[in-house]
């Protein structure tokens, strides 16, 4: 279930909003900074909350 109180929702409404923003923010931090930030984002369609799913498609970004 995801947390529903107003700090959380200002987050993002799903999990892949909160994700984003989360990104974003990360990036506007580094660039504000004048660092480099050494994280991608990458969408995997179609898993949804499906855990096997998921890390099988995070295999080739995470031990690569």
Request: no cysteine; net charge neutral.
């Given at each position: 279930?995801?947390?529903t109180f107003p700090e959380a929702e200002a987050q993002g409404k799903t999990r892949?909003?909160?994700a984003e923003n989360y990104y974003q923010t990360a990036k506007a931090e580094a660039d504000d900074l004048n660092v480099t930030?050494?994280?991608?984002?990458?969408?995997v369609?179609?898993?949804g909350h499906d855990e096997g799913?998921?890390?099988a498609a995070s295999v080739?970004?995470?031990f690569v």
């Open positions: 279930s995801m947390p892949l909003e909160r930030l050494n994280w991608e984002l990458h969408t369609p179609g898993i799913g998921m890390a080739k970004w995470l």
